[in-house]
């Protein structure tokens, strides 16, 4: 394939400026747990369901260890303790807190407390390896085998109500859609709590729930054995659940995960600490499940100038990277996104396109790179939307892409409507297939503009990444370093969900998740 | 004022030719497309013609078609509203706040209640704005709080006493079942529930914004697409002198 003359060296040595900027964060971090770890810990544990005013188990528990003064011994240890002494499911201790006929005092005996807590960690992980291994099976049936022609087409279906979605997804999927997202319903991200059951009423997208998961996972199964192919479902593990969302996603086979390590502190004003612990514990579920995480950088260039700021994207993705190691993930399941936001007055823009999209797919050769479309300059002309995206779908073929979300030429105007997409599947369809082969028989200039303006972006990310290191990566948000938007360390929602670990504080999932420990890149 | 009657061009005068694409829910035959064919004939189009028709798979199909529109438009019959005042550039902006008040005036922005897009507010408020207009922010004479997305009405008027805020700026980008009609009219009652909506210059913004639609919801000015800093804040300080004059 095309190649720039890019200097290893300095690539070198960016990516191990960002290795000691995420090493520190998570040093930091590992004192402390958040109130949706624990919860997360237990849904792992089999806690679900909800209270007669529709508020989740796993909160009414967390919170009760929190009055207690418990939780900062780890939500496990309490529940397992009561399991014992009163030969409970972990289900049955939950229901019994929540009517108030139970309180979690902590006694009992500590190593029994572990060794339940161990063994139903066990059973989760079984259940997650299993999906897993379904996951495989099915693709290996489908015949994909890693030679399905990338890029995947990644759609988006956003009606609010989960039968609508499954009925666009379905359709999505018999036009060609490989990878299906249910974009979630705004301001999900700043709920402390993930809601329960089918919902039919979201506004810009769907409830993420465990019952809507396992909706479109049975309906995506379904039209994939009938077209031949695995549809991947993806969903949105951020805000202020993350963690949650990552087991609720693991237990019922999504496949991907928008997954971001500062996403939601830049764009959602979520406190920086809850986050960077959050993001650690969900990436480590993500991981253990198979699923390929997507990262955020494309947003910064909503704020940010795309030519200006493509090295803070460039940067966020090495750090990216880092964070997903410490999380034990695979570098292929690493969907680092970056997007085609160039502004399509500027001479020789589609060249810095093609210069940015090949440097971030010869930094991260082996990642699932995930592309993203113009959205900022897209306008009610939908005519000229239709070409913009059709450059963005070369692009993408040219330089490899993996995970390709289609462009929408109505993006400017309304959430897609049934025909957006079939027509965005077929200008994707017909630039993959009349360019299939393009990128294996062009080569970039060398010393030519495309290959100057890659060396350029990357000798900043370098510089960046210096000055990050140099001032660590909570100062760097604080002077609005990615996308312009300043965040500090104690601003933002969900500070009080942090808690200090407390000497003896057990959570069973780790240790059975990362086996082997983080990973190193 | 003369009569101006209109219709649509395609290449001839008059000839009222319009495209125009839609989806039926039911799988493609020849049924449909005739239904397809009689549709656009109900929408008031003499000879229309199906030029393109697909299935879509799972009970859909989709069609193009052509056709002359039977109706037409006399022009001078119409009144559109539009904020009356004079676009000035930054520097007049500029010159224009410091003799009239003396102070900076203050902006408060957001992208209120379910609105996660901060595309819009951020291209009037940031520091670079947006196709070469600079944003609010790099005004010398305004002082621009841009509070980012989905922030409460409350919220949003809470930092706009404690600011003393002269201009409330509101963005709605995406909508779906017209919720942003909602989240404006929870923030205009907010307004006028704490005694403020006198006080404040009260602007929206966003792709499916008019100022008409603006007027209706009982805001002072509306901005849709192509809208930059200048136009928005041309339009505070006039508003602004034309009520310390009243």
């Known amino acids: 394939m095309a190649h720039l003359q890019l200097d290893q060296a300095r690539i070198d040595r960016a990516r191990?400026?960002?290795?000691?900027?995420?090493?520190?964060?998570?040093?930091?971090?590992?004192?402390?747990?958040?109130?949706?770890v624990e919860r997360a810990t237990l849904r792992l544990m089999g806690i679900d369901g909800v209270d007669e005013n529709q508020v989740p188990l796993p909160n009414r528990v967390v919170d009760h260890l929190q009055e207690q003064g418990l939780l900062n011994r780890g939500a496990a240890l309490a529940v397992a303790a009561a399991m014992n002494e009163q030969g409970w499911t972990a289900q049955q201790v939950a229901e019994a807190v929540a009517a108030g006929r139970l309180v979690l005092d902590g006694g009992g005996d500590d190593t029994a407390a572990r060794n339940t807590a161990d063994a139903l960690a066990a059973q989760s992980c079984e259940h997650i390896a299993a999906q897993r291994a379904q996951r495989a099976a099915l693709i290996g049936n489908s015949g994909e085998n890693g030679e399905v022609a990338q890029p995947w087409l990644y759609l988006i279906v956003a009606t609010g109500n989960i039968y609508e979605d499954i009925k666009q997804a379905r359709a999505a999927a018999e036009q060609g859609a490989d990878i299906v997202a249910v974009i979630r319903s705004t301001g999900q991200s700043l709920l402390d709590y993930v809601p329960y059951g089918a919902t039919t009423e979201g506004f810009g997208g769907t409830y993420a729930t465990q019952e809507n998961f396992r909706l479109m996972r049975a309906a995506l199964d379904e039209v994939g054995a009938k077209v031949g192919r695995y549809i991947r479902l993806t969903n949105y593990c951020?805000?202020?659940?993350?963690?949650?969302i990552a087991a609720m996603?693991?237990?019922?086979?999504?496949?991907?995960?928008?997954?971001?390590?500062?996403?939601?502190?830049?764009?959602?004003?979520?406190?920086?600490?809850?986050?960077?612990?959050?993001?650690?514990?969900?990436?480590?579920?993500?991981?253990?499940?198979?699923?390929?995480?997507?990262?955020?950088?494309?947003n910064y260039l909503t704020t940010a100038d795309a030519v200006e700021a493509a090295h803070t994207v460039l940067a966020s993705q090495m750090i990216n990277e880092q964070f997903a190691y410490l999380s034990g993930l695979a570098p292929e399941q690493m969907g680092l996104g970056h997007a085609f936001e160039i502004n399509p007055e500027l001479e020789n823009g589609f060249l810095w396109e093609l210069a940015h999209a090949q440097l971030v797919r010869q930094v991260f050769p082996d990642a699932s790179l995930k592309y993203m479309p113009p959205t900022k300059h897209m306008t009610g002309n939908?005519?000229?939307?239709?070409?913009?995206?059709?450059?963005?779908?070369?692009?993408?073929?040219?330089?490899?892409?993996?995970?390709?979300?289609?462009?929408?030429m109505t993006e400017a105007i309304h959430t897609p409507f049934i025909q957006d997409r079939f027509l965005a599947i077929q200008n994707a369809r017909y630039v993959f297939g009349t360019m299939r082969d393009l990128h294996s028989e062009i080569e970039f200039k060398s010393g030519g503009l495309i290959e100057q303006r890659a060396q350029a972006v990357l000798a900043e990310t370098e510089s960046m990444l210096a000055e990050i290191e140099r001032i660590g990566l909570p100062s760097?948000?604080?002077?609005?370093?990615?996308?312009?938007?300043?965040?500090?360390?104690?601003?933002?929602?969900?500070?009080?969900?942090?808690?200090?670990?407390?000497?003896?504080?057990?959570?069973?999932?780790?240790?059975?998740?990362?086996?082997?420990?983080?990973r190193h890149g | 004022m003369a009569e101006q009657w209109i219709k649509p061009y395609g290449d001839t005068q008059d000839d009222g030719r319009v495209q125009l694409s839609f989806t039926l829910p039911v799988p493609l035959d020849e049924v449909s497309k005739e239904g397809a064919r009689r549709l656009a004939l109900a929408m008031g189009l003499d000879e229309p013609a199906v030029v393109h028709a697909e299935d879509m798979g799972q009970g859909f199909s989709f069609y193009v078609l052509y056709g002359q529109s039977k109706h037409r438009i006399d022009l001078s019959t119409i009144q559109v509203a539009k904020p009356e005042f004079e676009v000035l550039d930054k520097e007049g902006?500029?010159?224009?706040?410091?003799?009239?008040?003396?102070?900076?005036?203050?902006?408060?922005?957001?992208?209120?209640?379910?609105?996660?897009?901060?595309?819009?507010?951020?291209?009037?408020?940031?520091?670079?704005?947006?196709?070469?207009?600079?944003?609010?922010?790099?005004?010398?004479?305004?002082?621009?709080?841009?509070?980012?997305?989905?922030?409460?009405?409350?919220?949003l008027v809470a930092r706009a006493i404690e600011e003393r805020a002269d201009v409330i700026l509101v963005s709605q980008v995406v909508t779906q079942k017209n919720i942003h009609l909602d989240n404006l009219t929870r923030l205009s009652d907010i307004l006028e529930?704490?005694?403020?909506?006198?006080?404040?210059?009260?602007?929206?913004?966003g792709p499916r914004i008019s100022h008409e639609l603006a007027k209706e919801l009982g805001y002072d000015a509306g901005f849709g697409p192509k809208s930059y800093a200048e136009d928005v804040a041309s339009f505070a300080i006039n508003e602004w002198i034309k009520r310390k004059a009243a």
């Open chain 1, 476 to 518: 760097a948000i604080a002077q609005g370093m990615f996308a312009e938007i300043k965040r500090t360390a104690t601003g933002g929602k969900g500070l009080d969900g942090v808690i200090a670990k407390a000497p003896g504080y057990y959570n069973p999932f780790p240790k059975r998740m990362l086996q082997g420990g983080p």
């Open chain 1, 238 to 244: 951020s805000g202020l659940c993350m963690p949650e």
């Open chain 2, 193 to 205: 529930a704490e005694g403020m909506r006198e006080r404040i210059i009260l602007v929206v913004g």
């Open chain 2, 93 to 155: 902006v500029n010159a224009l706040i410091a003799e009239k008040m003396g102070r900076k005036m203050v902006v408060v922005g957001a992208c209120i209640e379910t609105d996660a897009h901060t595309v819009g507010i951020d291209a009037i408020m940031n520091m670079k704005g947006y196709n070469g207009h600079k944003g609010l922010e790099s005004y010398h004479e305004v002082r621009a709080i841009n509070m980012g997305a989905q922030v409460d009405s409350e919220e």
């Open chain 1, 16 to 36: 191990n400026s960002a290795r000691r900027i995420a090493g520190r964060v998570f040093d930091d971090m590992d004192r402390s747990t958040t109130t949706t």
């Open chain 1, 249 to 298: 996603g693991a237990i019922e086979r999504l496949d991907m995960m928008l997954n971001d390590s500062m996403y939601g502190i830049i764009f959602r004003d979520i406190n920086m600490q809850r986050t960077f612990i959050d993001q650690f514990f969900s990436r480590m579920i993500n991981g253990y499940a198979g699923i390929i995480i997507n990262t955020g950088e494309d």
């Open chain 1, 382 to 408: 939908i005519f000229k939307g239709h070409v913009q995206d059709a450059l963005f779908n070369m692009v993408s073929t040219v330089t490899q892409q993996n995970i390709h979300l289609l462009g929408m």
